[in-house]
């Protein structure tokens, strides 16, 4: 396969724009239930959230922030239940929408995502959608091969916070002008899924050496991020034909992730037998 028909390389997905709520509209970032750590909540923290929601049947508040907890202690059959209630309270309540829409692109339900995320930019009319509710809609809309409807929702976006930014450049990676992402690939403040994204348009751009080390730079900044142990796999493979590094990113690679969307490992295998 030769380098230029090299398209899916592994962007950054940025649907990190859902996962921290509290710049989202209705957020109440100042209540929280006492002693509860960032993870593991204890036992009655569950408890007074549902105590609370009970006492006040209208606040959606309550049972999303019962829902936060509930992921936090990956309970995420009860945080979909938690949520619903939230949303059953009020379907227009930011928040709990996007932590939603992160479960839903967790599981794979694009298309309820897309559904539901439609029906309140409906009901917001004029005053629209925050930026982040946007931004996770346009990547719903790519997971579900509809990259022009993706781009589409992008450019309504005029907000430029380094997340909403994230998510446009994935959106402008997956689609039809790749070449399009480099200018605000560059722009994005320097993070392991910003640095991956910006090796992307390089390498797409003929430049393997600005890739390998935007690559690298991610790795630097997050270890644990798949992507980019892909893309250098990738890149020397195809660009640099040295099976042996390649192979080597591809086993550091697996150590982290198991999709291939490019079928690399079929690849090394072959020549690994020749």
């Not at 549902?50 to 922030?65: C, I, L």
């Not at 997340?163 to 690939?185: F, H, I, W």
């Not at 640095?195 to 730079?217: C, H, M, S, V």
Request: some cysteine.
């Amino acid at each position: 396969m030769s380098a230029h028909k090299m398209t899916r390389l592994a962007p950054a997905l940025a649907i990190f724009v859902l996962a921290g709520c509290s710049h989202l509209p209705g957020h109440r970032a100042d209540v929280t239930a006492p002693g509860v750590p960032e993870h593991r909540p204890p036992a009655d923290a569950y408890t007074e959230m549902r105590a609370r929601a009970a006492a006040e049947p209208k606040e959606p508040y309550w049972p999303f922030h019962l829902a936060e907890l509930l992921v936090a202690a990956d309970s995420l059959k009860q945080a979909d239940a938690a949520l619903d209630q939230a949303l059953a309270r009020d379907p227009s309540y930011a928040a709990a929408l996007a932590l939603q829409s992160r479960l839903d692109w967790q599981a794979g339900r694009h298309a309820q995502a897309v559904e539901r995320l439609e029906a309140a930019r409906a009901r917001a009319g004029a005053a629209g959608l925050p930026a982040a509710l946007l931004a996770g809609l346009a990547l719903h809309y790519d997971a579900l091969g509809r990259t022009a409807d993706a781009a589409k929702v992008m450019h309504e976006i005029t907000d430029r916070e380094p997340e909403v930014g994230a998510a446009r450049v994935y959106v402008a990676l997956r689609g039809d002008s790749p070449a399009d992402a480099t200018a605000l690939a560059d722009d994005l403040p320097n993070s392991a899924p910003n640095r991956n994204n910006y090796g992307i348009t390089r390498l797409r751009a003929g430049d393997p050496d600005g890739a390998q080390k935007a690559f690298l730079e991610a790795i630097h900044l997050d270890a644990n991020l798949p992507g980019p142990y892909y893309n250098l796999a990738i890149l020397e493979k195809f660009y640099r034909f040295d099976d042996a590094e390649a192979a080597r990113w591809f086993a550091a690679y697996r150590k982290r992730a198991q999709d291939d969307p490019d079928s690399l490992g079929t690849y090394l295998a072959k020549d690994a037998t020749k």
